[in-house]
């Protein structure tokens, strides 16, 4: 009786056991469901807007008294304004893949303009999606392939130039997103990039500005069609800020302003002349705004250098997830919270030739130090640089303006002069210089630091494993149809010459020639003529003995640019400056049967202005008609 009494009781507690247990198990699952969703809440969104080739420099936040950017302006007032950010290429394609992949351009594998990453490239798509946030992107993407950039479209990319109202096609539609977002799965965090296609070419047309009383920045040429270009990239930044306005309200309208980091940044420089294409800080430098309400200092700024590079460990860090230690970039999220003042030592950027054989070929590597020291390395010196701006009729007509200013004004001819022509090695104090108008690479007094900088970027390549061969070569075609180029002590027989198209009206030889006061032969034209260097002079012996030289040169190395026209008219510039002019008796221009060299004379030996160049010479490049246009 005592037995079934007890089994009856223990029963009756295993039964209350159990039901205690379910009823603990329903507190910790619902409370296990609330700390989850409180942790979705907690965990911020994160809204990026993009703008399209637009300098630091030229918004009213960082000093311009002329643009209107008043929402803009509200941004960094309620947030940090970042002074020092760069983007790691000033092209808009390697610059938003390494935004997205949090790697430079040799690593995710586009280094040129229109080009897609290596096959199987994680963004930053995938890493926030694992972390469960909703990833979007509206506008812009200019990134492929798809399955390696998963974003969620609003639209698609338009695509297209006109009508100019289009790179603004997607404001509305963003908009209604975000209000219906954070209305039906405000649960699940955002991440959404919003990338116009502003301030890009063409420009809106001037509305709201006088080009005479605009203060004209000192790194563009002070003429008419200049100034009138400028009007209309200040009224097409005002379009993308209104963009951003209406982005920023819908945000703070549907109550998400505290919990939302808020960005605004661009991808490159704006398309003037020394900025975009190039690696000066006027094509890399860019504006970086941050407001994250309650965790970030209103209206503070922060000299801290930082990269594009590292805006995807960034927002991984943002969003809970951990480091990715094989990336390039590092999270600045305590840069951003006040915890700490510095980032990087030094960033690194980059640009290459595009696939368009016929403007932007002159790769440059560079790296910027915190303490505002900027390196430069070209690697094709000797190519003429060539981009959209002299090139393409779009918003540039006003570059024209420039090339006939430059024939009677000393600042323009610089101007023109510094656009085209690049020297092997480049360097800068931001801190006295910041237009980078004085070169101190050839300074004696600063040889040290020279040396410094190029370990510096020596290191960088090293470990991104890009040997100096593979910049030289790898982005240099052999032949196309109106341009060759060969290397020094290399020769090409006839053969490699496209002799259905090869037939100049005017055939360009230029390079970068050091050691013009040894010198030698520099390159020798099928059984045509011999161009060469020596004793400080530059001279043409043709085969049937004509001989034409300069006098001796005020300095041993520089820029070589040859005319010669079938109709035989000769004329030869060295660092820009006219040294020869004269006629030879016939057309030596077309191409016969023998080789082209460099530095050399094919199957010869000889000695004094022919011997074997004892010097270096970058980039020896025959061109075909190329440069009609040239300054």
Known sequence: M?????????????????????????IVS?????????????????????ADDLNQEDLGCYGNKDVRT????????????????????SMCTPS????????????????????????????????????????????????????????EEIGKEFGKYEPIENRTDRKKETVKFIEEHFRTQSDQPLCLIVAPWVPHVPWFP?????????????????????????????????????????????????GKK????????????????????????????????????GKIKAGSTSDALISLVDITPTFIDLAGG???????????????????????????????????????????????TADGWHYIRNYHPGVRFITHIDKVERNEFYFDSWVEKAKSDTKTKFLVDRYSYRPPEELYDLNTDPSEFKNLADVPAYQQKLHAMQTLLKKELDRQGETEAMILEGFLPKFFDQSYTIAQNKSAANLSFNKKFWNPEVLYITAYLEGVDKGGVVCEYFNNFRLYAYQGKIGMITADGEEKETSVLPTNK?????????????????????????????????????????????GKAFSGKLQLYEGRISDLRFTMNELSREP
């Open 70 to 89: 008043p929402n803009i302006n509200k941004l960094a007032a309620e947030g940090l304004r970042f002074t020092k950010a760069y983007a790691a290429s």
């Open 96 to 151: 938003r893949s390494v935004m997205y992949t949090g790697l430079y351009p040799f690593r995710n594998g586009v280094q040129m303009n229109h080009f897609a990453v290596r096959a199987g490239m994680r963004s930053l798509p995938h890493y926030l999606k694992e972390l469960g946030y909703r990833v979007v992107i509206a506008g812009k993407t200019h990134v492929g392939p798809q399955e390696c950039f998963p974003f």
């Open 2 to 26: 005592l037995l079934k009494k007890y089994k009856t009781m223990k029963g009756f507690a295993i039964k209350l056991d159990l039901i205690k247990i379910g009823r603990v198990a329903v």
């Open 558 to 602: 520089g820029h070589l640019l040859v005319r010669l026209a079938a109709t035989g008219d000769l004329e030869i510039l060295f660092n820009q400056q006219p040294v020869l002019t004269g006629r030879l008796n016939k057309d030596y221009t077309k191409i016969k049967n023998g080789y082209v060299s460099c530095g050399m004379i094919q």
């Open 258 to 293: 505290e919990n939302t980091v808020m960005i605004f940044t661009s991808d490159q420089g704006v398309q003037f002349p020394g900025a975009k294409w190039t690696v000066y800080d006027r094509g890399l430098r860019v504006p970086f705004i941050v407001r994250w309400p």
């Open 30 to 50: 619902t409370c296990l469901c609330l700390c989850t969703q409180l942790w979705a809440q907690r965990r911020p969104n994160i809204v990026m807007f993009v």
């Open 206 to 254: 001037n509305k709201d500005f006088d080009p005479q009383k605009l203060q004209l920045p000192d790194y563009l040429a002070d003429t008419k069609e200049t100034r009138q270009a400028l009007a209309a990239y200040y009224q097409s930044i005002g379009e993308a800020d209104k963009m951003m306005g209406e982005v920023m309200q819908a945000v703070d309208k549907a």
């Open 322 to 368: 951990k480091e990715q230690p094989y990336l390039d970039g590092k999270s600045f999220k305590d840069v951003m919270l006040g915890q700490r003042q510095k980032h990087h030592d030094f960033v690194f950027g980059e640009t290459s030739v595009e696939p368009h054989y016929w403007y932007n070929y002159t790769p440059a590597r560079t790296v910027i």
